[in-house]
């Protein structure tokens, strides 16, 4: 059974930082793509990154480029999103999830973890 689970989530204060993880197992994680969505209050979840099972090639969406940069450890079987220069707008519950390509998609994902929340701070 495949398992995601994220930590890292927490308070932070505008043009901060904070580094979410996502350690999978119950699948040969160096063969599958990453992602990351968000959901804040009220809103639909929308794609924040993906990265590639090689990790050679990422995708952003266009509200964290150049802020955020996803990664991931093979060896470690985790995921990783580094948040830099948070915004208020930035609050939400972060995902990550798994699929066989890297895509933005959320259909293409087939397991989803928990989440954590993210609180950014004025």
């Known amino acids: 059974q495949v398992q995601l689970v994220e930590s890292g989530g927490g308070l932070v204060q505008a043009g901060g930082s904070l580094r979410l993880s996502c350690a999978a197992s119950?699948?040969?994680?160096?063969?599958?793509?990453m992602g990351w969505f968000r959901q804040a209050p009220g809103k639909e979840r929308e794609f924040v990154a993906a990265?590639?099972?090689?990790?050679?090639?990422?995708y952003y969406a266009d509200f964290v480029k150049g802020r955020f940069t996803i990664s991931r450890d093979n060896a470690k079987n985790t995921v990783y999103l580094q948040m830099n220069s948070a915004k208020p707008e930035d609050t939400a519950v972060y995902y990550c999830?798994?699929?066989?390509?890297?895509?933005?998609?959320?259909?293409?994902?087939?397991?989803w973890g928990q989440g954590t929340q993210v609180t950014v701070s004025t």
């Open positions: 990265i590639s099972w090689s990790g050679r090639s990422v």
């Open positions: 119950g699948r040969t994680f160096a063969k599958y793509a």
């Open positions: 999830n798994t699929a066989p390509t890297a895509t933005m998609w959320s259909y293409d994902y087939d397991y």
